[in-house]
């Protein structure tokens, strides 16, 4: 099941936060490159004090713990999110469903 899922990442190509048991730690905003037999490919970048190391890293699937992957985000500051209403009246949703436009 796990590896259907992490195959299933790496052809969405998003970014993904992976847990590894036994290294007991996250690697933060990967990517799945690629899954070969029991090998997971990820490439990530860390930020040291001075410059940004880019890593490509295989991990047996096996020490995979947990896989998430972020779903939103949204500023913390007093911005002004744009509802729906706000939209131009083409890029609107119908209100309900009997609203659909005739084609």
């Not at 992976?18 to 490159?33: G, K, M, P, S, Y």
Request: glycine content about 4%; aromatic content about 6%; some cysteine.
């Amino acid at each position: 099941m796990l590896h259907r899922k992490i195959y299933q990442l790496c052809s969405d190509g998003r970014e993904v936060w992976v847990f590894l048991r036994d290294q007991q730690r996250w690697i933060e905003r990967a990517r799945i490159l690629d899954i070969e037999g029991d090998l997971v490919t990820l490439r990530y970048e860390t930020e040291e004090e001075d410059e940004i190391c880019s890593w490509e890293e295989m991990v047996r699937l096996e020490s995979i713990g947990a896989v998430t992957q972020r779903l939103a985000t949204f500023p913390r500051t007093n911005v002004e999110i744009t509802v729906s209403e706000e939209c131009p009246e083409a890029e609107q949703l119908p209100k309900s469903s009997g609203d659909l436009p005739e084609n």
